[in-house]
């Protein structure tokens, strides 16, 4: 099936806001509106000219569309968008060309200046909404915290229960049938939400309608994950605000602004390469201050993989401090006056002062106290949360955090690997592992789960892959460890960066210069930066990863039910319950998934539900119970995959984290 994509030809057309492509869209008439998803498709192949900031695109002699941005590059009103045919405005050349835009960010850019009314080192809010208490707490489902009182008016209920309808018809139509005006609809119902000042579910919106173009284009960079997560994120704030539901989380800001700070002392940890599907590129430095916080300096901008790359050694905006991200990652900053984004970014506000100081090794506090905590105590906080948080909100699975390992063996792409147990500090002082570290019984065999090292960016042009081979190539080695848990892997871990282990044993040979780090998505380790192999006394006789409780269970067959009916729309859903449903159901309840398989039987049956008229003719049966018995599948699926993850990362022998029934 071939779908229309709605392309940017060139990539030179400029972002338009939401309510101005729903506002083209909608002043078509019927019979335009039937072509407009294959006009759409054209716009891939028209000329595109640019003077200035004007851009034009010729459909013809006398059908030329005209776009002028707005001073922020943005297509903000309908007027800057104007085509030279006898039907203009209401034409078809024009609603085409806005359609095949892209869509502008929700949120309003991020400003590096304080935000007025914040005082160093509060947690108050920034930009509330109007009625939305800055003293209120987010509030978790996962939370025993009571709910303020106070919930949604009738305004944003009104804007949310459109959301959810122009939501529910694209879940109904799929990705095939969500086409121009299904998106369009989606757009303005995101428009209404904006003016109601339900920024959250509004974002929601966007990344929808982004994944289900990038969709129908068939995008290198698209992920059916990703859109599913997204449609079902966004039924599930706009059900709930619909349904008055009081929990500010639901309701969100309007930006990401920065606030002022207090006088701050930060040390370089690693660099971590940015390398984006919709072409941005770049690097980010992450930063530990003295009391044990995350903070991070980020420089990424249109470029791609080259632009990573040349980022590595680019000077650093802050302050005056007359530093690279190489050092930087090395060394430190004092900084007076910082400006902070609600996710520790730094930002280079005029107020800021920023003078380098000496950095420190990652065996000195406070580097040193980010190996302390065990790796199945971290996965439990980090995963024990509301899996449906707030993409915007920092924190979670998206910081990082440091072990000591010691490598077993390989598994395809992956290097395997066991934690090492707490550092033992000798009578001498020195920090040290004793003779027999990382042996938990009288078998001398290594505690904790077998750990999978993943590479955290897979691109070519880094040195990620290259560096996980040098590591599986020495079973044996002990590395200190920083990354990222992998929310949606069994006990799998993305490293950042490593280093050598204190104390005797066999470990990584780093450069001096490299200040016993090193990045893996820049620095290449050699053969001369590892130990020999006889040094390397393997640990274990044979390393296999075992039974990856997530793949192993059967719960991709639920999984593969909730992605069929965003891939394929309700009728899909609806004829795959023709085939080995019964089987399905069967094969989830004997592992124990008795509501998943409960939950899939509900959504086969309610897909394939159709009502009669009066006169015995097929009626539309609606779509809200359909969409919230997706929603309800896909919830549960979400929460479980997570329960799974999370238990991973205890001992292998429990299927539980403590506290936690299994089924």
Not at 24 to 36: F, G, I, W
Not at 55 to 62: A, C, N, Y
Not at 72 to 97: E, F, K, W, Y
Not at 419 to 448: I, Q
Request: glycine share 12%; with cysteine.
């Amino acid at each position: 099936m071939n779908l229309p994509a709605p392309a940017s030809p060139a990539g030179q057309l400029p972002p338009v806001e939401p309510h101005v492509i729903a506002s083209a869209v909608e002043d078509l008439t019927p019979r335009l509106r039937k072509k407009l998803d294959a006009a759409i498709e054209r716009c891939a192949g028209l000329a595109v000219t640019a003077s200035g900031q004007i851009v034009s695109i010729s459909w013809g002699e006398d059908a030329v569309v005209t776009l002028t941005p707005g001073p922020s590059g943005t297509i903000a009103d309908p007027g800057a968008a104007r085509c030279g045919c006898l039907l203009a405005p209401r034409c078809l050349h024009r609603a085409a060309v806005l359609s095949a835009c892209p869509i502008a960010a929700a949120d309003l850019p991020e400003t590096s200046e304080p935000v007025a009314g914040a005082s160093p080192g509060s947690d108050a809010p920034l930009d509330p909404v109007p009625g939305q208490k800055t003293a209120q707490e987010t509030v978790q489902n996962t939370t025993g915290r009571a709910a303020p009182e106070a919930g949604p008016g009738s305004r944003q209920m009104a804007a949310a229960a459109g959301l959810w309808d122009a939501a529910a018809a694209v879940l109904a139509g799929g990705v095939p049938g969500a086409g121009a005006i299904p998106q369009a609809e989606l757009l303005r119902a995101a428009h209404t939400a904006r003016l109601a000042g339900l920024h959250r579910a509004e974002a929601a919106a966007l990344r929808v309608v982004r994944g289900v173009r990038a969709a129908r284009a068939r995008h290198d960079g698209h992920r059916l994950a990703d859109l599913v997560s997204a449609l079902g994120e966004l039924l599930l704030t706009a059900g709930r605000l619909a349904a008055a539901d009081p929990d500010p989380a639901l309701v969100g800001t309007a930006r990401r602004a920065y606030r002022q700070g207090e006088a701050l002392k930060v040390y370089g940890v690693c660099r971590e390469p940015v390398i984006s599907a919709t072409g941005y590129g770049g690097v980010v430095t992450h930063l530990v201050a003295e009391d044990g916080r995350w903070f991070s300096v980020a420089d990424v901008r249109p470029g791609g993989s080259a632009r990573a790359r040349g980022a590595a050694t680019a000077t650093v905006a802050l302050g005056a401090a007359a530093l690279d991200h190489a050092r930087l990652a090395r060394g430190g900053l004092l900084i007076s006056g910082a400006t902070i984004s609600p996710e520790g970014r730094l930002g280079a506000g005029r107020g800021v002062r920023a003078n380098p100081v000496a950095g420190l090794s990652w065996s000195a506090s406070p580097l040193a106290d980010l190996f302390a905590r065990p790796l199945a105590e971290t996965a439990g906080a980090t995963f024990s949360g509301n899996p449906w948080h707030d993409p915007q909100d920092g924190g979670g699975a998206g910081q990082p955090v440091g072990c000591d390992l010691v490598i077993v063996g390989a598994e395809g792409d992956r290097v395997l690997a066991r934690e090492l147990p707490p550092r033992a500090e000798p009578g001498g002082g020195a920090d040290a592992f004793p003779a027999s570290a990382g042996r938990s019984g009288a078998d001398g065999s290594l505690r904790g789960p077998l750990v999978r090292l993943a590479p955290a960016d897979s691109h070519p042009d880094l040195a990620h892959v290259a560096n996980l081979r040098q590591l599986a190539s020495r079973p044996g080695l002990r590395v200190r460890v920083i990354g990222r848990l992998d929310p949606d892997r069994a006990a799998t871990l993305r490293p950042l960066a490593i280093g050598p282990v204190p104390g005797a044993g066999p470990t990584l040979r780093l450069p001096a210069e490299w200040m016993d780090r090193a990045d893996l998505g820049y620095d290449r380790l050699r053969g001369s930066h590892l130990p020999s192999r006889e040094d390397c006394r393997p640990w274990e006789e044979a390393a296999e990863a075992g039974t990856d409780p997530v793949a192993a269970a059967p719960l991709w067959r639920a999984r593969r039910l909730v992605e069929l009916a965003v891939s394929g729309g309700r009728r899909a859903v609806a004829e795959s319950a023709r085939g080995d449903s019964l089987a399905q159901r069967a094969a989830l309840r004997r592992a124990g998934f008795a509501t998943a398989a409960d939950l899939v039987d509900a959504l086969t049956a309610e897909a394939d539900r159709r009502t009669r008229d009066v006169f015995g003719r097929l009626a539309d049966s609606g779509g809200d119970r359909y969409a919230w018995t997706w929603l309800a599948a896909a919830v549960h699926l979400t929460a479980t995959e997570r329960a799974l993850v999370r238990g991973s990362w205890y001992d292998g022998r429990a299927r539980c984290a403590p506290g936690e029934r299994a089924g």
